[in-house]
């Protein structure tokens, strides 16, 4: 029953859409089947100071035609999947590339359409894995002719260290004397 | 009859004891709810006063009312908008929940554990991009049956408890299906279904629709449907000049639809009459909320209403029950 739900901003020729569609079956190109919550958005917390990053690309069934968007595969099995997405029916019949670090690659699998409720299939360019130092951000994008391109930013930042931070505090409003709450 | 109203708002749950004469949430800092949450549901419970449950956009919740504060339900529709909830009247811990997108999930164990329900409802629809569930019913005939309707998908019927749905909609002449009511005479079942394209009816069990369009309103946009009473011929029906709208009417008929009667208003409705809140316990006590936060009452069953004072802002339910247990405020 669980499931991720994806809130993409679809580009189409009438303007964009949001349909909200729940992710509730997730897998690769190759066969292997993920569990739908190792997606995440675009903004990501690492524990570590350096991280991996695999460029990709995903197809997600959605009941007005399948949409494709950029991904990302970071080094600790999550999924990057970006709220900008084009729906395939739209798009010209041209190949769709995906550029990443100076590195661009026509997609073969690209206007396959998926049709299944719930269905998100990744394809992975597994042999471009690059390293990360952090904080960073990553740039990953599609593009076709004539078509604004979609655009994968993925900002990774560490996470706070203990020491450098301040304690929790609470706030009670009145500070001199007692005075009526208007919450 | 002294009773406590609920009003489910995009500004949390708001209560009233006084007749719906005032108005007032829960505490803010310990009422287990955050008071600015969106509501969009609020079901009383057929037999215990009080235990409300309220479908919200950051889950969904139940009042306990011995504390004066709501309580959690884990679920996994946390993420979603659940939209509408209902409870069998003969087993009230069989609980079913509609969100946004459109799905329903459903508790046998009063929100122990839940199922998502195999509903197959469309996943993007025109206008409004994603799906979604604006009614839920018990067959008041067999609650082993469920009705559904999905904006913008039509109406769903189960027949065993919601394991499987079949979308019924031949003959729909707009598939944004709004809410149902069902009435069982001699001569058979008539169940209306309200959608943006007019009233429907079906008198074989929703196989197929016919429309049937009045002229009483000049408008066409049906939203809320509800009875006057169990299995009554007397039904309250709302219309607007379109979602939110500008103005709203209710129509009211005492033949399950077949004519209508324009009922006056003692005020004008600044936008469609999204919810008419009714309990069993008295059927002709009825409010209704327009979707831009005026509340209406009527005490005759629905033949004529007084406007409470107090506005809420953006209202998407209104619903009362009798008032056997005070809650703290």
Known sequence: MSFFLYKPHVYGPAGVTTPDIIIDYLRTDEGKVISPQMLTSDTFLSAQGTMHVTPAYGKIAAGGGALIAPMLLLDDGRYVLPRLAWRIGHLPDQPICLSFRHASWALPGAKERITVRGHCEISLFAKKTCEVTLPSTVDIFLTQDGEKPLPLTLHIDACSKAPATQNARYSVGPTRKEVKHYI | ?329
């Open chain 2, 1 to 329: 009859m002294k009773h406590t109203a609920y009003a489910a708002t995009m500004q949390g749950l708001w209560l009233s004891h006084d007749d719906g004469e005032s108005w007032a949430r829960l505490l803010t800092p310990t009422g287990g709810f955050y008071n600015e949450a969106r509501c969009w549901c609020v079901e009383a419970h057929p037999m215990c006063p009080g235990e409300v449950l309220v479908g919200t956009d950051q889950g969904l919740y139940r009042m306990n009312p011995a504390e004066g504060r709501f309580d959690y339900i884990p679920s996994p529709m946390d993420s979603l908008h659940i939209l509408q909830v209902a409870r069998d009247p003969n087993d009230p811990d069989f609980i079913v929940c509609g969100t946004r997108p459109a799905e329903l999930f459903i508790s046998e164990n009063n929100g122990e554990s839940w199922v998502r329900a195999p509903l197959d409802a469309a996943t993007e629809c025109w206008f409004i991009n994603t799906t979604r569930v604006t009614s839920i019913q018990f067959d008041p005939r067999d609650t082993d049956v469920i009705w559904a309707t999905v904006e913008i998908d039509g109406v769903f019927k189960s027949e065993d408890r919601g394991k499987s749905w079949t979308l019924m909609i031949h003959g729909l002449a707009d598939n944004d299906a709004h809410d149902l009511v069902f009435y069982d005479g001699e001569l058979g079942r008539d169940i209306l279904a309200s959608t943006e394209d007019s009233m429907h009816r079906s008198m074989d069990n929703a196989v197929s629709w016919l429309q049937e369009p009045t002229d009483v309103a000049p408008f066409v946009y049906y939203r809320s449907l509800v009875q006057v009473g169990a299995n009554s011929g007397i039904v309250l029906a709302s219309v607007g000049d379109k979602p939110s709208g500008e103005t709203g009417m209710v129509l009211r008929s005492t033949d399950v639809g077949k004519t209508w009667q324009t009922i006056a208003l003692p005020h004008p409705p600044n936008s469609t009459i999204w919810g008419f809140g009714t309990h069993q316990a008295d059927p002709d006590l009825i409010y209704f909320c327009t979707i831009f936060g005026q509340i209406f009452q009527s005490k005759d069953g629905g033949i004529t209403w007084a406007k409470k004072r107090r506005e809420l802002g953006e209202i998407r339910m209104i619903t009362w029950e009798p008032q056997d247990m005070d809650t703290k405020q």
